[in-house]
């Protein structure tokens, strides 16, 4: 098949694309029903009041029944999955058979006034076949088929009215009449040129959706190779790497013996790396488990002081190695609340970690604690140089941080506040930030109370 045959008929081969055309009229169709029924109800009101009930009475039975008919078929198709050519076709001939009926009450309803008027302008009918012919190529270019149907019968009566008047009166050549009718024809030229232009317009948007769609696929695609790859060869290389760590700790822990200080400092850099090599491994496993919605969690209920205690002890040591002081400003306050620990202790490291590296030297971070009424509430105060509501995007996005230079002094894969909100959001909490009235930052872990725990002199009292 050559391109430029199979892009003009692409609709028509495609299965998909020929349901997808049905579904598109039946939707039009269906959201326009008021914007028809006013359309017939002015036009009909008109034929009744200026020329003969009888006739809007019989047209408006037709329409009813149509419209009625109309309705059942769109509702049909619209819940229907069922994309095969054989469903598409039963319902493309339910759909010819309503648009014959319902278009031939229109020419009808022109016509029939038409008539009534006898040899004249006729511009009432004309015009009502007109703005028909524009309703159909505005709103019936899905299937070309339907739209030569309403085009072929408004243009029928659109040359029939005048040619009638013509021969009634026998006009020649120069009469009046013979002008309306080859106006008639330049405005049935135009219809058919404006239908042409609305099914171009409808088949490139269906051809560039399709088109995106299938590029869309092919990303999933590629997207989900990429993802194994990156699982796949992050679990090979932390067996190997685990066990090269291992070693390097087990040297320069001086259980092999005193190292000479050059060796010392070489081993000292291969642990140091090693360390981040291992975290950047576990955290971008944290992120495909995330993504891939395969992270387990082991909820339970548990106290959340207990939790934010451990976390603060865990991450007293490597606040410290840069001057920095973790204070605990928790009071007795506390909430029983239902949280996989391990997952919300990679949280709280997270952000106590960070809040240390981005504080300067001999300062704090200090952590709180609030207990409301429906909700408890972690917050980690640090007083380095703040971040601003139009850093969110850098600060919880994977792969950014808010110093990306090169020259930047504390390291890190961008991957941590990032893992962070995820597992927030999978223990039905949420992790933010604001400013400080003066430096730094304060970040918000905040989680669901199941219950809060009995004080002393509560129990004693029971």
Request: some cysteine; glycine content about 6%; hydrophobic content about 45%.
């Amino acid at each position: 098949m050559s391109s430029p045959w199979k892009k003009k008929f692409f609709i028509a081969v495609r299965p998909d694309w020929f349901a997808r055309q049905i579904r598109d009229y039946c939707q039009t169709g269906r959201d326009l029903v008021v914007q028809r029924q006013v359309i017939f109800i002015a036009a009909l009101l008109l034929a009744a009041y200026y020329y003969s009930a009888s006739l809007a009475l019989v047209l408006l039975a037709l329409t009813i029944a149509t419209e009625t008919f109309d309705f059942f078929v769109f509702r049909r198709v619209l819940a229907s999955n069922d994309t095969s050519i054989q469903a598409s076709k039963r319902f493309a001939r339910q759909i010819t058979i309503s648009t014959i009926v319902s278009s031939s009450t229109i020419a009808a309803y022109a016509i029939g006034i038409a008539a009534i008027q006898g040899p004249t302008t006729h511009f009432m009918s004309m015009f009502f076949l007109f703005a028909a012919g524009i309703f159909a190529a505005m709103n019936n270019h899905q299937l070309l088929p339907i739209l030569l149907i309403r085009i072929t019968i408004y243009g029928a009566a659109f040359l029939f009215i005048p040619l009638r008047d013509i021969v009634l009166v026998g006009a020649d050549l120069r009469s009046e009449l013979w002008a309306q009718f080859f106006a008639s024809i330049f405005v049935l030229f135009f219809l058919v040129d404006c239908a042409r232009v609305y099914i171009q317009l409808y088949r490139s948007h269906l051809t560039q959706l399709y088109a995106l769609r299938e590029e869309h696929d092919k990303a999933q695609v590629a997207y989900i190779a990429k993802s194994e790859f990156v699982s796949t060869m992050s679990h090979e290389l932390r067996t190997p790497l685990t066990a090269i760590k291992g070693s390097i700790d087990m040297v320069r822990s001086g259980k092999l013996g005193d190292l000479p200080d050059q060796v010392e400092f070489a081993i000292s850099v291969a642990q140091r790396n090693s360390d981040r090599l291992l975290s950047l491994i576990n955290e971008i496993l944290d992120l495909q488990s995330v993504e891939n919605h395969e992270m387990k969690f082991e909820m339970s209920e548990t106290r959340i002081k207990g939790i934010v205690e451990d976390a603060i002890a865990d991450n007293d040591p490597y606040a410290a190695k840069l001057d920095i002081r973790l204070v605990s400003l928790m009071g007795e306050e506390d909430a029983i609340v239902k949280v996989d620990k391990k997952r919300l202790g990679q949280v709280l490291s997270n952000v106590l970690s960070n809040a240390a590296k981005f504080s300067p030297a001999h300062s704090e971070v200090t952590v709180s604690l609030v207990v409301g009424e429906d909700d408890v509430f972690v917050m980690v105060s640090d007083s380095g140089i703040g971040l601003s509501e139009s850093d969110e995007a850098k600060v919880f996005e994977p792969f950014t941080q808010l110093d990306s230079s090169s020259t930047r002094k504390i390291g890190g894969t961008g991957l941590g506040m990032n893992i962070s909100r995820r597992i927030m959001e999978a223990l039905g909490g949420a992790i933010y930030y604001k400013k400080n009235q003066g430096a730094g930052t304060t970040f918000v872990i905040r989680l669901p109370i199941q219950s809060k725990p009995c004080s002393q002199e509560q129990a004693a009292a029971g």
